[in-house]
């Protein structure tokens, strides 16, 4: 199954078994079902609950909000998650702050999802990763979907804390097939971790080398380098990858950490202040003098996404710049 | 789409209940206390009282319902008391005391109590308010969302995203807008090009001005308004031609002499006091005397706690 | 503060200049090439054609000047070709080749050439128009800023902070909406309460319709009110009746096929091709060789280079 | 002179030095001269370049983002730092993104100042430091005035780089007062290092245990941290206070912090995606093996900051705060 259908299953299956959710979005109603088809079939089967809104991003997430205050769990898709931006007073400043300002905690059931990443050629306003501006507000929660996250699990689970999340999907992955029964391919199998941590090795999540820890959208190219650096320089990884981004909690991955090698973070997005160096400097602290080196983080190119394919490819976060940078680190 | 009252009383009187000038007059001696409890340096951060306007919340006070969202803005003392009559809570909440009805995490600005609920930036709450509609529509049908919003709020994109969807989807929602001809310390001409009517047309949003403060003619006028509001979710725009008295939060009013001497002419607790000064006297010294005493009592507390964090 | 035109031509005729009908048809040919490229797998990304609306730049060509600034949208080819003449600039962004005008980094969506400046984001360049317009008012006494935006934009609440702004401060700023009934998939029933018109003058701003794609008739009515806009800084929201004969970006068309027939039969192509097919005729070929050509060139060219980041 | 004053006098030297300068902000004419009387006296010499505004910020730095476009360097007074979330998109997605979006270098001199920081009792929605928000976005530079910066030199340094930039400002160090001559008080000194760092230090610049990074809103804690430390622990501190926060560099600050028992860095805010977090990265980076513990990160509570001072207080960070933290440090 993709994985574009899978989150659309989970959209259905949300709004089967609690007749409250909401979903708002711009072109979200059939027969177009969004700009990425996520979901389609909705305003068909739920009419009254699928609302397809002016471009009003802002205005949108408010309005979502108030669904939630008034008992009405609601979903709202941006189309593209870097309009986010325009939402940031509503999720951070309203919905983020109202679980907690009035002295007492707030339920707010509301997911705000945002289709993100380059790739697809879309230019530089239209293929950001805005995961760690969003980082470190109290009360906000920042999810990522990933082939090895079945949405009808998670959504469930983020609806269920009744609190704002933001929910980040690639828009690349959404092209990609959701992994299953514990195969990755022929090479890597997975698992999830109890803390709900996806986890891929090699033949046994205790051998490895490495640990590459990626939020979803990378999952394929954080594998693809797995298996580069398993065939051409018999370095095995392990690879993490957390459903839930923050808060992020470290603790259960400290075992497998403080056994690794090397540890790299990768991340879309450019440098500085991410959700990568959050995660590095929780390993950092907590494993201080048990780590050999410090962690590693691989980011974009320190500027726009640029259109074109060629431009687009240098900037990025691909297969190679993970295998070079952990090549590098391990040289080190 | 467009009504108004006239400005002066015409027609037949309306009398003041006592109920409504004992309302009034708490709201006016809870912010008139403020402010001195402020100079005295005995309150903390900013407030903005609503000395003026009183008579806003007081005439929609028995057209609102307490399955009725409301939502408040930062001048919103008014607005809490004409629907809870709950000094103590409010006046905790200010002074950070034990009794708080945030346990003094929100401060004057930021109040949630049951269905009513405040914030601190301006236009924010449209948005949510016309959510919050759209679900009573549903859950509580005859239900409404009241937004409370100053003029310079106009200035907010959020006001003309909300107007539109809240248009578009019929929701039950109520904007208030208190037109006090100013914003801070910047007129309304310099800040607002066109008028709220038109702005609210342009949304096809009905507007209704009210230009008196002649509370039983404004519930007269408003009665039926509302009425379409809750049975036809047709949303409303209600703008208030009102005087701030004082300033903007705590002295610092910068208009011209002659702006202010205008305001506190028109302001209703002047004209009250002509009109049957023994029953204002009475009322009056009944208010002061019991706010004086809420304040007391709220500065004997000890501090907020705040556990459920 | 409103006028419209007449929809159906009235009055004396007017010609089409050789010189337009041959815009027109390089601006049309262009969007077709992009449209095949793309089947062909030939691109990348995602474009946006003006299929139908390519008389608007055309009109506004004679009316607009090198030093006024234009801001264009994600719907954007025919304002930069109308502005420029470059469809190989233009071609190599979106093919990511040599010549780029922003070598290849921006693409179809975020144009920067001189005063000409495009964003991706719907409903950002009004405010920044409206800066613009301001400064240009002072080092440029008699330009303009002139923004295009879709109907769908009316949503975003930027465009309200602009025109307030811009009226308030006298900008000199020129708002051409293309009003194509629809936005992506949302017709504007769906997404609009109340009329572009209305909204214009809900904040004093000026509003003119124009219902007509007769060229020179645009231009008849637009130029006493440009006129107005440079000389008397008085903004100025035009709005064309338009419509999107393609889908809206590539062969993402949900309309009904009612819906689309419609709008094809009121494309000036098909009209043009009626009233003077042999002149159409010809300019018509002479167009699609050029742009042939000018795609197999810059298809030829190597990728673009991007030094200056 | 108090740092109002200072930031006061700055804005009017850019005033005078270039006739193109314009300002813009809610209620920043005079008689009102902004909520916190920075802009005190501009319109009134300046009425043409001084635009008092509707309530708009995303609007007001659209307006000066394209003043700024052409050719006018525009300066934004928001209000209350915490609105900057409403213009979150016109200063992340446009101003940030054009000066490279276009495939080339697009000048764009705009200032959005920020008002920011707790303390004041201003409550949970005028009282953030948004700093971390905006960190990491390439083409966008995060300044913050401190009691040792002369704004008459950081401002036409920020404006004079044509690049958009926030400039977040203490509101409590508003009423604090500039030191100079190097004076900080009986027992400090500090110097301006040459990469526009200040540093505080006791007797000897080069002579310290601990090293404490803090931006200027801080920079009365940090210096009364030390203090306590010195009296009560005899641990010597030096204090550095950077005026811009992103891009950080870490390079010239490397010799000292080389030699630091211990390094901390204190922001207000809470933890998650900071931009200490980021300072911490780049030292553990460069440091590797060099240093002899983590660096530790002080932040606000994670939650929104309370409006009633006691409360305020529990979640703040405070003097107190920055030495329990140096001393736990320490003590692992
Ligand atoms: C988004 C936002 N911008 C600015 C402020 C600061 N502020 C508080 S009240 C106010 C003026 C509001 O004017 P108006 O809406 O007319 O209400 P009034 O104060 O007159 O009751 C301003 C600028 C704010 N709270 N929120
Ligand atoms: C802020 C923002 N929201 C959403 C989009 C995605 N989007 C691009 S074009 C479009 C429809 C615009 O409609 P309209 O303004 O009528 O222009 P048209 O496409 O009809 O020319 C949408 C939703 C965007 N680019 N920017
Ligand atoms: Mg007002
Ligand atoms: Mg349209």
Redesign the pocket.
């Known amino acids: 199954m993709r994985v574009a259908e899978n989150l659309n299953l989970a959209l259905h299956q949300a709004f089967e078994s609690d007749p409250a959710v909401h979903l708002l979005g711009e072109d979200v109603a059939d027969p177009y079902g969004g700009a990425f088809k996520i979901t389609k079939g909705l305003s068909s089967r739920f009419p009254d609950r699928v609302l397809s809104t002016p471009l009003s991003e802002g205005g949108i997430a408010g309005v979502a909000a108030g669904l939630a205050l008034a008992g009405h769990p609601a979903i709202v898709e941006i189309m593209f998650g870097d309009f986010a931006a325009l939402a940031f007073d509503q999720i951070v400043n309203f919905a983020g702050k109202s679980v907690s300002m009035y002295g007492r905690r707030l339920a707010l059931p509301l997911v705000v999802r945002c289709p993100s990443g380059a790739g697809r050629g879309y230019g530089p306003t239209h293929s950001q990763s805005l995961q760690k501006h969003f980082v470190g507000v109290p009360g906000l929660s920042l999810y990522e979907i990933s082939p090895f996250h079945d949405n009808r699990v998670l959504l469930p689970r983020i609806l269920g804390r009744a609190e704002p999340a933001l929910l980040f999907e690639d828009k690349v992955l959404y092209t990609r097939q959701m992994f299953g029964d514990g195969i990755v391919d022929g090479v890597f199998s997975f698992d999830l971790m109890e803390c709900g941590t996806a986890r891929v090795f090699l033949d046994d999540p205790d051998t490895f080398d490495c640990v590459l820890i990626v939020p979803g959208g990378l999952a394929h190219r954080a594998v693809a380098a797995a298996r580069t650096l398993m065939l051409e320089d018999e370095i095995s990884c392990l690879v993490l990858v957390p459903a839930r981004l923050y808060p992020f909690d470290v603790e259960p991955l400290l075992p497998a950490l403080s056994r690794a090698a090397a540890i790299c973070v990768a991340e879309d997005g450019t440098a500085g202040g991410t959700w990568g160096g959050e995660v590095a400097h929780q390993i950092h602290r907590r494993l201080w003098g048990r780590l050999r080196r410090p962690v590693t983080l691989v980011h974009a190119a320190d500027t726009v996404i640029p259109t074109a394919v060629h431009l687009e490819e240098q900037v990025m976060v691909r297969e190679g710049t993970i295998t070079a940078a952990l090549r590098e680190t391990l040289s080190d | 789409m467009e009504s108004v009252t006239a400005p002066t009383t015409r027609g037949r009187a309306y009398e003041l209940a006592d109920e409504d000038l004992r309302i009034l007059l708490l709201i006016r001696h809870f912010e008139r206390t403020l402010l001195e409890l402020f100079e005295q340096g005995e309150l903390n951060g900013t407030t ?1 009282t609503c000395l003026g ?1 009183e008579y806003v919340p007081v005439a929609l006070r028995p057209l609102l319902r307490p399955r009725d969202f409301v939502f408040s ?3 919103g003392h008014g607005h809490y008391l004409a629907r809870y009559e709950d000094p103590h809570g409010l006046l905790a909440e200010i002074m950070g005391r034990e009794g708080a009805v945030c346990n003094g995490v929100g401060g004057s600005q930021h109040i949630l109590r049951d269905r009513y609920l405040s914030t ?5 709450s449209l948005p949510v308010a016309t959510g919050v509609a759209l679900g009573l529509k549903k859950t509580d049908p005859g239900a409404l969302a009241c937004v409370y ?6 200035g ?1 994109g959020a006001v003309y995203e909300a107007l539109n969807m809240a248009q578009l989807w019929n929701a039950p929602l109520l904007v208030v807008v ?3 001809g ?3 310390s910047t007129p ?1 001409a310099a800040q607002m090009a066109g008028t709220i009517g038109g702005r609210a047309r342009a949304f096809g949003v009905r507007h209704h001005r009210v230009a008196t403060s002649d509370i039983g003619r404004i519930r007269d006028e408003l009665a039926p308004l509302l009425r379409d509001v809750r049975d036809q979710c047709r949303p409303l725009v209600v703008e208030f031609l009102t005087n ?1 008295v004082g300033p ?1 939060s705590k002295g610092d009013d910068s208009r011209p002499p002659e702006v202010i001497r205008l305001a506190r002419e028109q302001d209703w607790y002047r004209r009250y006091g002509e009109e049957f000064p023994e029953r204002m006297a009475a009322f009056d010294a009944e208010a002061r005397e019991l706010v004086g005493r809420v304040a007391r009592e709220v500065a004997a507390r000890p501090p907020s706690v705040w556990e459920d964090r």
Chains 1, 4 share one sequence.
């Not at chain 2, 601190?120 to 924010?124: D, R, S």
């Not at chain 2, 919003?149 to 106009?154: A, F, L, Q, S, Y």
């Open positions: 903005h306007q803005n930062h001048r601190g930036v301006q236009g924010q919003i100053g003029d310079g709020t106009w907010e208190e037109h006090n100013i914003a801070q309304t701030r903007h």
